[in-house]
């Protein structure tokens, strides 16, 4: 049967919003049912066959009428009528709706008598056309002839039959009970609404493309321009402040027992005991986090207030000055040199006629190049700015990503007169920086649709691992007050309101998890971070997160951003070898000589050929000046003296991207767009000054998209080649003579550059000699590309090896000189594949690499990239000190190399892993096994390649990286930065430090467990982003190796001694209340419990931050000590649980000793035994101390003297007739005694025995 092949379709569950029953029956001869009705379906089925061809006028195969059959069961009746055409599937379903919107948009006849049919059938229930017979069988052959419908009352609904024409299917709507059909709705109206306002609220921002006007208002809607690091506002300030409070255990137990005081039953002295300490904590926690908020508010404010210049039609001034928190996509905005672009945009205009500006992305992507950008072609050939409002163009963006090397666009007329496509070399992205000229540009994206904010990371809330130590720490003592409770109600029985006894108990034996442990804890990081701030030996070190100290002893991995950070971001030109001589910064002034005694041949030359061009000019003949040899380029025997020096330095002075801009240029261009208020002393300006050593304000100013570059042409014009002009066609060089009035110009015709990528690793460039014609192609490039593209040599490979270990940037430099015939076959087949469609770039590829044969050798440079003060020590001492470094950098390969090399990362013993670019599972497991055979070796990858390895191998290659002594991460997104960081906690559960001083670190640093921002040229925003800030690399030691050790050390040492003194008095309560018939009575009530834990051994206790186990000499000499902190011995369950045995040891001491030696009343063991205590504690704490400071001994004495004083005020406690008796002084003296004497004789024996590792040393 055909019928039976028609798919069925599933529902799965019944919608709340129908108003009919949704039922599936499939065709199933398992059933007895559906046997049942199949030979009803099999009589007719000749009929059916027929029927299903036979059409209304409509279209549609008709509505079946059964209404006056009243024989059969319900599936009886249902399979009887709708089975006759259909494909064995039968639906109750509400589908009035959809077939009234699929028909309603029909203005067909066949269309509206559809809707008309199924109108009918669902309000009436009764026949609407064509005859009817009574019955299953009937009603089965009637319904497929043309017949309308029919409806039959089932229960307390009624059902109608609609066939579908093109597939036979049967439809059945049962109308069902419509009361329930209305709660229903009203229950989905409701959660129609909460889901509504949920997604509103809290679902992501949906991301998409959009059409940004230019001349027209934007209407759509885009988030705000502003930049917010605050944590919280008004409302959340106090919720998620006490949230992240309660969040520890400490602080949540506290507040329970705080919280159960307000029962009388189970009360237990005074309330203000419990809610004292509690609320001071919660103070000071709330005004640390108010301040700290304010703080990151100002700093926003600051930003977000910043002045921009927007073109506004209406004003007379053609502009006016909004902050950047105002600006909205659409708008148009100017920015000048040095100044920040305040969101991402699209370059309109330009101050240079060319439409091109540089800028500086080093915030963005941490690469100090200075990158082109160019105009939309059709707005640069605007004569004025404000001509922009008056045309009526638009630009279709894609929507907002974090890929910050690629856009898509279009620029549009609206008439259609102009279509662009625009790359990202069209935009200029926020946090980027304008390097020359001014910028004119519309807003396409704003706020957190910005590249720069999609590539930081939201900031956490960092815990200490110290913290998470102590909260674990609280939890067994939790435990242990649980445990003495219930061993307490053991000896006392179970008999009565026994868990009233219980709660008592706890609330008794409290006092073993001290509050005043976060109070002195968080006390003592302010006070370490005072003392980093108030260093003179790191001076201007800011810390602005006061939580996290101590994390800076633990640190295993360094993770360090290149560029600012390791370096100075200063190129400086060392050494240039030329094949049979070597000149450094000491020879270099022989070059100028050499140029100087060439200049007379060069201007002979020039005259001469001046004169051959007039000659040829006039005859009517080809000219043949093209192939005469320009100087020195004939035979090389020939060749006179200086030749080489010659030719290399012309070769630099050209094949370069170096654009000259004087000051008085950059002026005018300035003006001539308007300047902004403030000038140079703009808030938003951020000046970078690149020079080389001997350089003089009479010297040119120079723009290109490689400090490298810069530092090339700065050296040729010390030794007197001078590049002074050139555009997009031209070049023009200066030529330094003995009589400064006659100095040479040669002029060049640009004919072709091949730009520096990090593929081809080389770039060139095709020049044409003005007055001779000559045409040179120049090309430089690495060494390792090079090496097989210059003419053989013996030299190249060995000094490039040498300079490479002297930590210098090599470039090899080499030239051809072409005939006409040459180039215009090379320009010929370089045009045809620059217009193929398919393969362009490897067909462009082949045809350079076709010039790219048997080019002379010309020289091999050396360019350092200056270091940071003392950054060699400073990682030699991290090395020492078992910290492991990783440099993160989104530089190039070739430049990650050489400053990993000339900063030592890399030992000197140690070898240096390139891992080659991974592309395939296969690459990568190639590589990883390559890598796994050289132990010992530091690890180099790209970002592409650490992709593809962490996605198939991620344990593998993490297992691998981690154990090298070094790892360079080159071609790194911010994002990447991050992921890494993250990886290595997950891994490892070793604690990290980030080091950064860009916009592009800042995600490394937030997810460090203690981030590093270096405030230096690359601007603030990563110092204000990290938990410390620091002026330079070097610091990093000191703030490691001693201020990190001594928090560490100095919090382990004094949350011990507070969980300490807590067990101690904990253990005199367990003894009384055991002793004196298991009742729940405090020993010592009101203001004794408060007096111990402030007054008494605050101070004392509190002093023991100003310990220190080494001074600062011997950790910076000795750095191999700092390896035994990130084991965490220093605060153990080991040390611990030393602690506790002291405690429970003197605790019982104390109390036994009391209540042996009292004689008469309950007070005076309440004055034995508080007195013994508090002097146990004195002594404990003079035990414990390391290196003595004077405002330790003036602790002691101060809370001894209070104590004393408090013996003669507080007579409701003490007994003043017996405090002045001999007994009660030899009495504590012996219980002080017998307490505190063997822990003193244990120290010394471990100290002489088994003697620290500082010790040794001292």
């Known amino acids: 049967m055909a019928e039976n092949n028609v798919p069925l379709r599933d529902f799965d569950e019944e919608s709340d919003t129908d108003s009919e029953t949704e039922l599936l029956i499939r065709r199933d001869v398992r059933t007895a049912s559906f046997a049942a009705a199949s030979s009803s379906i099999k009589s007719n089925s000749k009929n059916n066959s027929r029927g299903r061809h036979r059409k209304s006028s409509t279209g549609y195969s008709g509505v079946v009428n059964s209404s006056s059959g009243g024989g059969g069961s319900f599936l009886g009746n249902l399979f009887g009528h709708s089975l006759g055409s259909a494909a064995g599937q039968i639906r109750y379903r509400n589908e009035r709706s959809r077939e009234r919107a699929k028909y309603s948009n029909s203005s067909s006849s066949s269309s509206v008598s559809k809707l008309a049919q199924l109108t009918q059938t669902s309000a009436g229930g009764s026949a609407v056309a064509g005859s009817a017979a009574s019955g299953p069988s009937g009603g089965a052959a009637t319904g497929v002839g043309d017949s309308a419908g029919v409806a039959s009352d089932l229960g307390n609904g009624t059902h109608s039959t609609v066939i579908d024409p093109e597939n036979g299917s049967a439809t059945v709507f049962y109308q069902n009970n419509r009361r329930r059909s209305k709660g229903r709705s009203f229950g989905s109206i409701c959660k129609l609404c909460l889901c509504s306002c949920w997604r509103k609220w809290f679902r992501p921002r949906e991301l998409r493309a959009r059409t940004v006007n230019l001349g027209r208002v934007n209407t759509e809607k885009f988030p705000p321009n502003e930049i917010r690091n605050q944590k919280y506002n008004f409302i959340t300030f106090l919720p998620l402040v006490l949230f992240e409070q309660f969040r520890f255990f400490l602080n949540l137990y506290f507040l329970l027992m705080a919280l159960s005081q307000f029962i009388p039953d189970i009360r237990i002295g005074y309330p203000y005991t419990y809610w004292g300490p509690l609320g001071f904590v919660l103070m000071v926690t709330i005004c640390r986090e108010a ?245 003179s030996n790191i001076q201007g070190t800011v810390v602005r997160s006061t939580t996290i100290p101590e994390e800076l002893g633990r640190i295993s991995y360094v993770l360090t951003d290149k560029t600012g950070t390791l370096t100075q971001n200063e190129m400086v030109f060392k050494k240039i070898h030329l094949g049979i001589v070597s000149h450094d910064a000491d020879t270099f002034h022989h070059i100028g000589h050499i140029i100087q005694k060439l200049s007379g041949n060069i201007m002979q030359q020039q005259q001469q050929q001046h004169q051959q061009g007039s000659v040829s000019s006039s005859s009517s003949g080809e000219s043949n000046t093209a192939t005469k040899p320009i100087m020195f380029a004939g035979n090389r025997m020939r060749r006179p003296e200086g030749w080489r020096e010659w030719e290399a330095v012309r070769a630099l002075a050209l094949c370069h991207n170096v654009t000259p801009v004087s000051d008085e240029e950059d002026n005018r261009s300035v003006s001539t767009a308007s300047t902004v208020t403030g000038g140079n002393n703009s808030p938003t300006k951020s000046v970078i000054n690149i020079e080389a050593p001997g350089s003089t304000d009479t010297e040119h100013q120079y723009q290109a998209a490689s400090p490298d570059e810069i530092a090339l042409v700065k050296w040729t014009e010390q030794v007197g080649l001078t590049l002074i002009a050139r555009d997009l066609n031209t070049m023009t060089l200066q030529v330094k003579t003995p009589s400064e009035d006659n100095d040479i110009l040669l002029h060049y015709q640009i004919l072709q550059l091949f730009p520096f990528t990090s593929e081809s690793k080389r770039m060139g460039i095709i020049v044409r000699e003005s007055k001779s014609g000559q045409i040179t192609f120049y090309l430089k490039g690495a060494d390792v590309v090079m090496s097989s593209i210059v003419q053989y040599n013996d030299w190249l490979s060995e000094e490039s090896g040498n300079m490479a270990r002297e930590g210098l940037r090599t470039l090899v430099v080499a030239k051809k000189v072409l005939t006409e015939e040459q180039y215009s076959d090379f320009e010929m087949r370089y045009n045809a594949a620059r217009l193929s469609i398919t393969d362009r770039v490897a067909k462009v590829a082949a045809v350079t690499e076709s010039l790219e044969r048997e080019l002379e050798l010309l020289c091999l440079t050396g360019v350092e990239d200056r270091l940071q003060e003392n950054v060699r020590p400073t990682l030699e001492l991290l090395r020492n000190a078992g910290v492991r470094v990783w440099m993160l950098t989104g530089d190039k390969l070739e430049t990650a190399c050489c400053i990993a090399k000339s900063s030592q990362l890399i030992g000197r013993n140690q070898g240096l892993h390139v891992l080659r670019s991974v592309k395939t599972r296969t690459d990568a497991h190639q590589e990883l096994n390559s890598f796994r055979r050289k132990q010992g070796h530091a690890l180099v990858i790209e970002g592409e390649s650490l992709e593809v390895c962490l996605q198939y191998y991620r344990p593998e290659f993490l297992e691998l990286a981690t154990a090298s002594p070094a790892v360079v991460c080159c071609r790194c997104s911010p994002t990447q930065k991050a992921q890494v960081v993250a990886l290595i906690q997950k891994h490892t559960g070793k604690r990290t430090c980030a080091v950064g001083d860009g916009g592009n670190d800042v995600s490394m640093i937030q997810q460090a467990d203690a981030g590093v921002g270096i405030e230096g040229r690359e601007g603030r925003q990563a110092s204000l982003a990290g938990d410390f800030s620091i002026p330079q690399f070097s610091h990093i030691a000191k703030l490691l190796l001693i201020h990190g050790r001594r928090s560490y050390k100095r919090s382990a040492a004094l949350s011990q001694f507070v969980i300490h003194r807590g067990l101690i008095i904990t253990t005199l309560q367990a003894v009384f209340s055991a002793v004196f018939y298991l009742s729940s009575v405090a020993l010592y009530q009101g203001f004794l419990m408060v007096g111990y834990s402030t007054l008494y051994t605050m101070f004392p206790v509190f002093s023991l931050v100003l310990d220190q186990d080494i001074t600062s000499e011997t950790a910076v000499t000795y750095p191999e000590l700092y390896k035994d902190l990130s084991k965490g011995r220093s605060l153990s369950y080991k040390t611990f649980f030393i602690w506790v045995l002291i405690s429970i040891y003197q605790g019982g001491v104390i109390m036994y000793g009391a209540l042996i030696l009292f004689v008469d009343e309950f007070i005076h063991i309440v004055a034995i035994s508080f007195s013994a205590l508090i002097m146990t504690e004195l002594i404990m704490v003079a035990l414990t101390v390391r290196t003595w400071h004077r405002l330790m001994v003036l602790a002691e004495l101060f809370s001894l003297a209070l104590y004393l004083i408090s013996l003669a005020v507080l007579h409701e406690y003490f007994d003043w007739e017996f405090i002045w008796s001999y007994d009660f002084l030899w009495k504590v003296s012996l219980i002080t005694l017998v307490s505190c004497l063997p822990l003193y004789i244990i120290k010394f024996l471990r100290k002489k025995c088994s003697p620290p590792s500082y010790l040794k040393l001292s």
């Open 291 to 535: 301040v700290d908020d304010l703080r990151r508010h100002q700093r926003d404010h600051e930003v977000n207030s910043q002045k921009y210049k927007r073109l506004s039609a209406t004003n007379g001034s053609g502009y006016e000055m909004v902050p950047s928190s105002k600006l909205k996509v659409g708008d148009v905005i100017i920015v000048e040199k040095n100044e920040r672009v305040p969101a991402d945009l699209i370059l309109l205009r330009t101050s240079d006629r060319s439409g091109s500006v540089f800028v500086r992305t080093d915030q963005l992507d941490g690469e100090t190049d200075w990158k082109p950008r160019l105009a939309v072609p059709y707005t640069q050939k605007l004569s004025r700015d404000s001509e922009l409002h008056s045309i009526d163009a638009s630009f279709y963006v894609e929507k907002p990503q974090n890929d910050i090397h690629s856009f898509i666009a279009t620029f549009c007329m609206t008439d259609g007169s102009e279509d662009t496509g625009l790359s990202v070399e069209n935009t200029l992205w926020a946090n980027t920086v304008v390097a020359a000229g001014t910028a004119t540009g519309i807003v396409i994206y704003t706020g957190c649709e910005t590249r720069s904010v999609m590539n930081n990371s939201q900031p956490r809330s960092k815990v200490g691992l110290l913290d998470m130590e102590i909260n674990g720490l609280t939890k067994v003592l939790f435990c242990a007050v649980l445990g003495l409770s219930l061993v307490m109600m053991m000896l006392k029985g179970f008999g009565g309101p026994w868990y009233r006894y219980m709660f008592r108990f706890v609330l008794l034996f409290s006092y073993i998890i001290p509050i005043s442990l976060r109070v002195n804890l968080d006390m003592g990081k302010a006070f370490y971070s005072w003392q980093m701030q108030n260093d």
